[in-house]
């Protein structure tokens, strides 16, 4: 599996070096239609810093740099040459077909100035004079003897100078100038946007997932697009060597955004290697600074190659690490940068370097394309790689939140088991609480009054009634709403009237609609019923009253509870009122309980 | 004028209990003993051929449930009105038989004179009721408020002004008699509003049986032809 990826792989590098091979050999090769001359035998005079150089003969191409580094001036270039080969059509225009001239220039023929670009005399102009020149004139011009004078001016490290001229009927050599315009401008164009689509496509990842590996691939993109771009722009938007520096300045980001690619890929880089790419951007300012102050192109030059020095470095030791960390990834990376590298290198050596390569076309901005197309392919895996990680993040989360989801689910019935439990004891315990203080006292007596055997058979009959009614008050209060005393007070009455229409006494109802006791409960509830079936037996029982009344009202927003007879009063140390003062405090009711003369007032403030 | 004398059937599977209710009945001028049964069985068939006046059962007899023999006999002896015994006359139980066709219900441990008159009152145009089993009736009748469109019988025509007063009064508490004196009627009205509310709770179960089953889809017949 692994070996096959790096077969794929190696494959695809070899195919791309091939390719780029093949474009640039495209681009060198040069075809002499049978009437088309090559002219390259010149003398040249120079003007550099105001010192007239002495005339000399060279061959074409003449390279500003080459002959005359880090310094500015004029040069007239003069060429002879004899009639060109005739023409079908006598009047047939010629023409002159340059790959490059710059910066600013004249060219005069036999004395007729048949084209100019730029400011001749203004140092650093804006012209940039990056296309190929075609110049078209009558064939009338041309003498048999002919003088052409081309007068430039050379910039400083701008690349001045003039490539071998071909001169020909236009119609022949239209179809090479054609040619040539199209592989120099049609194809770095096509370079440029193929960088700004790649950045695009890294800018929409990125605002899909913020990883700084698409930012800075997009950034990287973006800046080469810039740079690509540059190479055929005629105007630029500074002057030199203004401009220069700044195409500098956003180089150095490019190589920043590399390296932060790198490290994305290859892992964090060593300290050293870190700290290295650190100086090297940040001198940037002072290398701008010394090439303003000393009017020199030098220090950009020096820096250019410490800068490749230290990338080739870096190159290197990638190359080495990939042995033992081998992914198709890195392997592409570091095969795009060393293309882009040699590229660049070769573009130095042939067309800054040295006056043969004046004119050709450079390299590093088709090969740039080579390293965005692999920089696309990386991104776009990451891209994949952290979809499909995402979706099997989502898929073991919906997993875990299933898996909880059953244990909460199995906790809460747990839970709810044990609510129910709890419930059900409390209810026992208030179950065998109403037995023991109810039901459970009364069949003991009635029992005792048995067993005695003095006690009458109606005696034992109350009793054995009074437990029965306890056990359907008992019933009444599982069925009571909460905090509803109406409820509970017509159940009472309700239960006691046998007792009481059997005792003879006349009772007198006076109940409004009562409000919810707040804060009552279960057993509040309970212990109130049980606190006035003690107060309505005890009139029953002892008090040989012949009246009751019984009411319920609304007193400063309290319940108030009154059960008054007419009775013989109340014995206030008895068993019974003990009981009903412990269950008023229980439920937080006043309790008090009056000798009226006659009879007694219990009175209850909820 | 003489007094009509009441036809009464009683079933009630302890005989303890059977021979005191039994006792009761035949003490009262106004009752006499139809058929004593204690198991359902007998008794349905019993009614199958004849007719009384009064039913006394019990509800948990030993081959069945009293509600069978209550909701056949509502259905085809109107002229027999049903008394429940029950030892508590918890609420639940009286108006689950309320609803089947019961007029109420009788404590086990009433005292025989009590008996008779329940049973006598019952014919007079009485129903015995508890302020509980007031309370629940209000609560019910009143939850039907949101009734469903196609129910018949709606919640405020189960219920007049009156008769709510007088429920009211009755869970709060109040007799029969204290009731008459605040409104200013008879007693005997008192009562028959009660007895009203327990014929309308049968019926309107009923009804309410009727849009269940017709929900369900085992009236579709009947609604074809409407």
Redesign the interface.
């Known amino acids: 599996m692994q070996s096959g990826r790096r077969l794929v792989a190696y494959g695809m590098i070899a195919l791309l070096c091939t390719a780029a091979f093949l474009g640039s050999s495209c681009t060198s090769r040069k075809e002499s239609g049978s009437r088309v001359v090559l002219l390259t035998s010149a003398s040249v005079t120079a003007i550099s810093g105001g010192v007239s150089q002495p005339s000399a003969a060279i061959s074409l191409p003449f390279h500003w740099d080459v002959e005359y580094p880090a310094r500015s001036g004029h040069a007239e270039i003069l060429l002879r040459f004899a009639r060109p080969p005739a023409s079908s059509d006598a009047k047939a225009p010629y023409m002159f077909f340059i790959t490059r001239i710059a910066s600013a220039y004249t060219l005069t023929l036999n004395e007729t100035v048949i084209a100019s670009a730029g400011v001749l005399h203004e140092n650093g102009d804006r012209w940039s004079a990056k296309q190929p020149v075609g110049v078209t004139f009558p064939a009338s011009l041309l003498k048999d003897e002919n003088e052409l004078l081309i007068k430039v001016r050379g910039d400083a490290g701008r690349r001045s100078g003039v490539a071998p001229i071909l001169l020909g009927p236009a119609q022949e050599v239209e179809p090479l100038r054609a040619r040539a315009y199209a592989l120099r401008v049609g194809l770095t164009m096509a370079a440029s946007l193929f960088s700004l689509l790649v950045a695009s496509f890294c800018l929409l990842l990125w605002l899909q997932q913020r990883e700084r590996l698409y930012l800075w691939a997009c950034i990287g993109e973006v800046i080469w697009a810039l740079v690509v771009a540059d190479v055929v722009l005629e105007w630029t938007p500074l002057q030199w060597p203004a401009w220069g520096l700044a195409l500098l300045m956003i180089r150095i980001v490019w190589v920043w955004a590399l390296y932060i690619i790198i490290e994305q890929v290859f892992g964090l880089r060593p300290r050293r290697e870190r700290f290295a790419m650190k100086v090297i951007a940040a001198s940037v300012p002072f290398v701008i600074a010394a090439t303003a102050l000393m009017n020199t192109p030098l220090p950009v030059q020096v820096w250019r190659s410490v800068a490749s020095i230290f990338m080739t470095i870096v190159m290197v030791r990638l190359f080495i690490s990939l042995r033992s960390s081998f992914t198709v990834e890195r392997l592409l990376l570091v095969s795009g940068i060393a293309i882009l590298l040699l590229a660049g290198i070769h573009d130095a050596f042939s067309s800054s370097l040295f006056s043969s390569g004046f004119g050709d076309s450079v390299w590093a901005k088709y090969v740039g394309a080579v390293l965005g197309l692999t920089i696309m392919w990386i991104v776009s895996n990451r891209f994949r790689h952290a979809r499909t990680e995402a979706a099997q993040l989502q898929a073991s989360l919906e997993q875990r939140v299933e898996q909880k989801e059953i244990e909460l689910r199995e906790s809460f019935t747990r839970l709810s088991e044990a609510e129910r439990s709890r419930a059900v004891i409390a209810e026992r315990e208030r179950i065998l609480r109403d037995m023991h203080d109810g039901v459970g006292a009364n069949l003991a007596t009635a029992m005792r009054q048995l067993e005695s055997g003095t006690a009458p058979a109606s005696d034992v009959a109350a009793t054995l ?1 009074e437990s ?1 009614d306890h ?2 008050l008992s ?2 209060a599982m ?1 009571l ?1 909460t905090g509803d005393v ?2 509970l ?6 239960r006691l ?2 007792r009481i229409e059997s005792a003879g006494l006349q ?1 007198f ?1 006076s ?1 409004d ?1 009562l409000p919810t006791w707040p804060n009552s409960s279960d057993i509040t509830m309970r212990h109130l019923q049980f606190l006035l079936l003690e107060a309505f037996s005890n009139v029953l029982q002892h008090a040989s009253a012949s009246s009751l009344t019984l009411g319920a009202h609304v007193a400063d927003g309290r319940i108030e509870l009154t059960l008054s007879d007419n009775g013989c009063g109340f014995d206030a140390g008895a068993k019974a009122l003990r009981s009903m003062r412990e269950r008023a405090n229980a439920i937080g009711a006043t309790l008090s309980v009056e000798n009226a003369e006659p009879g007694t007032r219990v009175r209850v403030l909820l | 004028m003489t007094e009509p004398i009441w036809r009464v059937v009683l079933l009630e599977d302890d005989k303890n209990t059977r021979t005191y209710f039994e006792q009761c009945i035949a003490a009262h001028p106004q009752l006499t003993l139809s058929a004593s049964f204690e198991a359902l069985g007998a008794a349905r068939s019993w009614f199958a051929n004849n007719s009384a006046d009064v039913l006394l059962t019990d509800l948990a007899l030993p081959d069945g449930h009293g509600l069978t023999l209550i909701k056949e006999l509502a259905q085809r002896q109107s002229g027999c009105d049903i008394l429940v015994v029950s030892v508590f006359g918890d609420e639940d139980t009286v108006l689950a038989c309320v609803e089947s066709g019961a007029v109420g219900y009788i404590h086990k441990d009433s005292r025989p004179a009590d008996v008779a008159q329940v049973i006598v009152d019952v014919k007079g145009g009485a129903s015995p009721i508890s302020p509980m089993i007031a309370r629940k009736l209000l609560q019910r009748l009143r939850a039907q408020v949101p009734t469903p469109v196609e129910m018949p019988a709606h919640a405020s025509q189960l219920l007049s002004p009156r008769e709510s007063e007088v429920l009211e009064l009755i869970a709060r508490g109040y007799a029969y008699s204290e009731i008459a004196r605040l409104q200013g009627v008879t007693m005997h009205t008192v009562q028959s509003h009660i007895k009203n509310l327990y014929s309308k709770l049968a019926v309107h179960s009923r009804s309410e049986a009727v849009f269940e089953a017709s929900r369900m889809g085992l009236l579709n017949s009947m609604r074809a032809t409407d």
């Open positions: 009634r029965l056990l359907k019933i009444d069925n709403p109406n409820a007070l017509a159940s009472l009455r309700y009237q046998p009772v109802w109940v609609e």
